[in-house]
């Protein structure tokens, strides 16, 4: 196990490093090629369109071709769209890099949960997908941190061939020491029909639908402050790399780690309660900062802590939200949680690209593009997940 463990935890390093680790260079990115802010968050919207749709194409891959080679391949893609991005001569070009980028780091996201799934069960696998998700809740921490360390030798290029030499020392990992886990007689051909079918079922769902943009419009607004807090931090406050990876990891801590409560407080309120009350949560704090930044400057200690507390319940509706959405869909549960999957980083991205325009450089278009992705969720809340009403006791 252990050795599972340390395989692919270096592997689920990769994608939160790719999208965490430039930030701090995103105001040296703009000014590198004298583009403006929007054209430089452009490069975060395309990287998770592309993870998002990508994952789509892996999980059903794996199931027909075995779990080593997609991720081969997946992590192949990442190294040149790395090296590209490193070297990329213009805006656009980054941007089609990490276009690239992302579509390769998606089968890191699917892939490694199958191989966990495929060794071993019960107490076993619970223990390594938290080892797993550990890595993953971590890295975005740690990603801004070590971008700055890079940024301290290097110029916002060298992020990128760290991000290359890093896929590459995985996907060498992954050929030398990772097992092939799915047995030839286990693998299953992909049929187009059956996956369409399964499609529609989803697609025509309400309460799937509702619940996985939810999700979506809740990671919209953490996608949000990770494109536009580089700008505001460093801009309107003043931060330099460090202080603002600094910063950024503090926000960060509060998200993950009521991310690890979720399980505990569904099993005390009920999982839709405690998505109702997560939402609301969010919804109080991210308005709260909005108009108190609308009314006055808030400073960055208060900015920080208002959205500590949102991100905090952010924690909790994020992780339920997709549990609660495949309770009904149980047979075809691979296919639910991939396409809610990308539905939810396609949120994100478009959350993105339709908050850049009214982006000035400072905290309050940021909050107010945040309070609306938390408004957006409460209203699919409000319809979706009404309290029951509780049966009158028969006499």
Known sequence: ML????????????????????????????????ASETAVQATITAYFIAFGLGQLFYGPWADQAGRKLPIMVGLVLFVVASFGAAFAPTMAALTGWRALQGLGGAVLMVVPRAIIRDQYTGTQATRLMAMLMLVISISPMLAPL??????????WRGIFVTLGVLAIAA????????????????RVRINPRNLWRGAKVLLSDPIFMGLTFIGG????????????????YTGQYGLGPTGFSLAFAVNAVGFFSA?????????????????????AGFVFFSAAIFLTALATDPGLYLVMAG?????ACLGVVVPTVMVV??????????????????LQMVAGGLSIALAGPFFDGTVTPMLGAIAACGLVAALLTLVLLRPRPVAEPSV
């Open 325 to 342: 959405a495949l309770d009904d869909h149980g047979d075809i549960a691979g296919l639910a949680s991939s396409l809610g999957g990308t």
């Open 217 to 232: 419009f809740a990671m919209g607004s953490f996608f949000v402050f990770i494109a536009f807090a580089p700008f505001v």
């Open 171 to 186: 996907l060498a990992l992954t050929a030398l020491a990772q097992p092939e886990t799915l047995p030839v007689k286990r």
């Open 146 to 155: 070590a971008g700055s360390a890079v940024m301290a030798l290097a110029d």
């Open 307 to 311: 959205l500590f507390c949102a991100n």
């Open 3 to 34: 050795r599972s463990a340390l395989i692919l935890g270096l592997l689920g390093l990769v994608g939160p490093f790719a999208i965490d680790m430039y930030l701090p260079a995103m105001p040296a990115i703009a000014a590198s090629y004298g």
């Open 259 to 279: 991310s690890q409560l979720a399980g505990w407080l569904g099993e005390r309120w009920g999982m839709r309660s405690l998505v109702r009350r997560g939402v």
